[in-house]
């Protein structure tokens, strides 16, 4: 057998951690905001976590969804969080308030989405089993 093989399958951690984000449940995905300073991570109880990145705390909890989060989006100008979820549903956030601004439903599971780089009322959905879909926020 090749040694060399079966060795790069190992576990190959890093020698130091820079800190850990704890958020009390299991992260299953997550996302810098476009200045680095926020990240806000979704789990699989539905709940997002937003962390201040500089002072490594927690900034704000949003009860987003009912089933795992599974997709992260920020607007470019950073007010806006966008969450895709095995519910089958989109949210659309204002983080600064905690508040839920729109939500839509589709007919399957979500499995990504994605905000518009410039439009902040445009953003992209994936749904499992569809073809991806754009959506225009009307205000």
């Known amino acids: 057998m090749n040694l060399e093989l ?17 958020s009390g449940s299991m992260t299953l995905t997550c996302a810098f905001n476009r200045h680095g300073s926020l990240l806000a991570a979704g789990s699989n109880d539905g709940r997002i ?21 599974c997709s992260l989006s920020w607007s470019r100008n950073g007010f806006l969080l966008l969450s895709g979820s095995m519910d089958w549903t989109i949210s659309v956030w204002e983080v600064l308030r905690g508040e839920c601004l729109y939500r839509y439903r589709f007919p399957s599971p ?15 959905v ?3 089993k569809l073809r991806p879909t754009l959506v225009k926020i009307k205000r």
């Not at 979500?110 to 992209?124: A, K, M």
């Open 49 to 69: 976590v937003i962390f201040d990145v500089i002072t490594r705390g927690i900034a704000r909890f949003l009860q987003a969804h009912v089933h795992p989060v």
């Open 110 to 124: 979500i499995l990504r989405v994605q905000f518009h780089p410039i439009e902040t009322d445009v953003f992209l």
């Open 126 to 128: 994936c749904p499992m």
């Open 6 to 22: 079966l060795e790069s399958f190992g576990n190959s951690y890093p020698d130091e951690a820079d800190g850990v984000l704890e």
